[in-house]
């Protein structure tokens, strides 16, 4: 007889309380409002790519409000491949949605 390795008593509390809260609002991601700018990031070509990623972090780290930039050919070059590969994910969610 095959047995399945899943189980919901395996999930974790978290994920189970957010599958089952009547009280979380799950539409709220279908009013959030995205202003999605693509382009390039123009630098000297001698500039270090991980100076630039270091830079750019700074900039947005001081601005006011939720600006965020993924970049992940830059994470690549910067030599910061799991970076690269969230940046990928997020701004692949971000063009689909």
């Known amino acids: 007889m095959a047995t399945s390795s899943f189980s919901t008593a395996r999930r974790s509390p978290i994920t189970a309380m957010a599958s089952c809260d009547p009280d979380l609002d799950h539409d709220r991601h279908e009013r959030l409002e ?9 630098a000297p070509s001698d500039m ?3 100076a630039l990623l270091e830079r750019i972090d ?10 965020q930039l993924y970049s992940p050919d830059l994470c690549e070059a910067a030599g910061l491949a799991e970076r690269a590969a969230i940046d990928r994910r997020r701004f692949d969610l971000l063009m689909r949605n």
């Open 34 to 42: 995205k202003h999605v700018v693509r382009g390039k990031i123009a």
């Open 58 to 67: 700074q900039v947005i780290a001081a601005q006011e409000g939720s600006c």
């Open 48 to 50: 270090d790519p991980a």
